[in-house]
């Protein structure tokens, strides 16, 4: 089976801007998580997708928001962008919803803004 | 809030040597899971643990989860470069999203 892909893998954007990054999940998978990861902060949970619905969120301002399609890929939005959005970004797929199946992470979306 | 709490943050070891990190919660997870992340790429299951007590063996990795199912730790014997990388924790309960701990950077210089 192919992997997670996150597409764009390298993203530079400007303060204010907005961004919008993608994830395919592997097939068959309904869950979709997102991650924010910072050397200071560690993996952040940004939000779960589960069969198109936002089931689990993390403790994000509303300028970050996602939504799941019918064939389960994702996408997550930034809007108005901030010096301190740089991150990795990664999205994550399992078979069912939670943390209990093994999550399966995609390469990530480095996102730098000036 | 379920925080996990990994100990050391950063760790580098001479080749051949032995070592442990620590993986630590004040909660009570249905199950602990570890993952290697390397540059350029997204962490990567090693294991998962589920049985308070329970200890796995990778290789040279070995895996225990306390007996209160709160804390977990990852022994590695012999360390060798191809063990360089971010290891982290992630406690998980039922549906609930994946709690992960801050990583331990762990480099093994030849």
């Known amino acids: 089976k192919a992997g997670v892909t996150q597409t764009p893998r390298y993203l530079i954007k400007t303060r204010g801007q907005q961004v919008t990054l993608s994830c395919s999940p592997i097939s068959g998978h309904r869950s979709v998580s997102w991650y924010q990861q910072t050397p200071g902060q560690g993996l952040q949970f940004l939000f779960e997708?589960?069969?198109?619905?936002?089931?689990n969120k993390g403790n994000f301002p509303g300028r970050f928001s996602g939504r799941q399609f019918s064939n389960s890929r994702s996408e997550m939005n930034v809007s108005t962008l901030e010096l301190g959005d740089s991150a990795l970004y990664l999205c994550?797929?399992?078979?069912?919803?939670?943390?209990?199946?093994?999550?399966?992470f995609g390469p990530g979306t480095r996102l730098t803004v000036l | 809030t379920q925080l996990l709490e990994q100990s050391p943050q950063f760790l580098s070891i001479q080749e051949g040597e032995n070592l442990t990190v620590y993986c630590n919660s004040s909660s009570v997870f249905s199950s602990l899971q570890w993952y290697r992340q390397e540059p350029g790429e997204g962490p990567v299951l090693l294991v998962t643990v589920v049985t308070g007590g329970e200890v796995k063996k990778l290789k040279r990795l070995t895996f225990q989860f306390g007996d209160a199912r709160k804390d977990s730790s990852l022994h590695i014997t012999a360390a060798q470069p191809g063990d360089t990388g971010l290891y982290l924790c992630?406690?998980?309960?039922?549906?609930?999203?994946?709690?992960f701990g801050q990583g331990t950077r762990l480099t093994i210089n030849p």
């Open positions: 997708y589960f069969s198109e619905t936002q089931r």
């Open positions: 992630a406690g998980a309960s039922g549906a609930q999203k994946l709690v």
């Open positions: 994550a797929s399992s078979p069912t919803l939670g943390g209990t199946d093994t999550q399966y």
